[in-house]
């Protein structure tokens, strides 16, 4: 959408900056670029390529799958970008939504409230995020750059105490509210769960070290 | 849709035996296959993506826009295929669908009944055929294959004389039928046309030849 738009074109100015800067000439002259939109398989790629901006100056082409998944042959792409996506894990850790376990989470997401909730999100976004990184290293051209943005929380902040976390917890206490009105059925609430991990910055530091095939610039 | 993919898997286990019989290895194990499907940009990719056939060994990208112009950075394949659409002209010639004009065109398709009508398809065909194989040759690796598959007449074959053009030209009486009496508008009928030329092979060469980006095999 609108803000991965942005985001591509940031990204095209910059690389024809340096090459400018490092070259003295024209890059529209002598450079081109392919941007590769990445999704979901049953992502909307209809509306994404209708609209596409007028005017740019790159080609495009739709990559449809996971991206916990492999999604293009080795050494496709020289600059990579997860935008606002690297929060997501593959699935509901086990347990999570499990009234009878440890780590139930009673509350609409891991806020910070439980540690064994957090442990078990911790421990699935680190086995996905291993698994991504592994994909990408893979069609990542050597030398070729991983930008992650917005996803994730300084040292010792709970999302609990940031803003999202706090709209989610009101979320959660409305529907708690509601399902004590008997509205909707507790059970449900107390099942539902999101997909979602933002890690602390020493936890995702952890993870791209132990999965070694980046390097954090 | 499902004909390509027939074509796409024919093309790449022609690869694969190629490759299996040249260096004796497993080509499961040594290359890895991308398949690119492109079409205009308001084509269904959603369908197309989730049709994708289950067990392929490639992965997929869609490119969307038209393909008389470039939708591909340069050397971005080794093997192209135009399955079934070299006969699209980018527009309606001129003077086709007027009435004044001398290439008018009464009959629904250039059937071969008339010889300016003919000129003016062969001529807008020979235009359009050569934007394309500019765009494909500079999109295409040196020494890369472009097939192009069922899109020609023999010599001295008249469209008129073929099974399709037999049903378009019965399309077009039962329309002009339907316009006498009275059921729908005569100039509708007289000023409907499609973009369509199917090519005699000797135009089809002389037009590849005369662009000079390609040789024939």
Redesign the interface.
């Known amino acids: 959408g609108p803000n991965t738009f942005v985001a591509v074109q940031n990204i095209i100015d910059a690389v024809e900056d340096k090459y400018r800067k490092e070259t003295g000439q024209n890059p529209a002259e002598n450079i ?3 941007v ?1 939109f990445n999704d979901f ?2 992502n ?3 509306t994404l ?2 609209s ?1 901006p007028a005017g740019r100056r790159y ?7 996971s991206f916990f998944e ?5 050494e ?1 792409f020289h600059i990579g970008v997860i935008n606002y996506a690297f929060h997501f894990t593959s699935k509901i850790p086990k347990g999570i939504t499990d009234r009878d376990s440890p780590s139930w989470n009673r509350d609409m997401h891991c806020t910070g409230f439980n540690k064994a909730v957090k442990k078990a999100y911790l421990d699935q976004y680190s086995a996905d995020a291993k698994i991504l990184l592994d994909a990408r290293a893979d069609e990542l051209v050597p030398g070729g750059l991983m930008l992650l943005f917005g996803s994730c929380l300084r040292d010792g902040v709970k999302m609990s105490e940031t803003s999202k976390g706090i709209v989610l917890d009101a979320v959660g206490a409305s529907l708690n509210d509601l399902a004590q009105q008997g509205v909707i059925e507790q059970d449900k609430v107390d099942s539902f769960s999101t997909p979602l991990y933002f890690a602390e910055e020493s936890e995702l530091k952890q993870i791209i070290e132990e999965n070694g095939r980046f390097t954090i610039e």
């Open positions: 081109e670029f392919q590769l398989t049953t909307d790629f209809n390529f209708q596409l080609y495009s082409a739709g990559v449809p799958g492999r999604v293009l042959p080795k496709s």
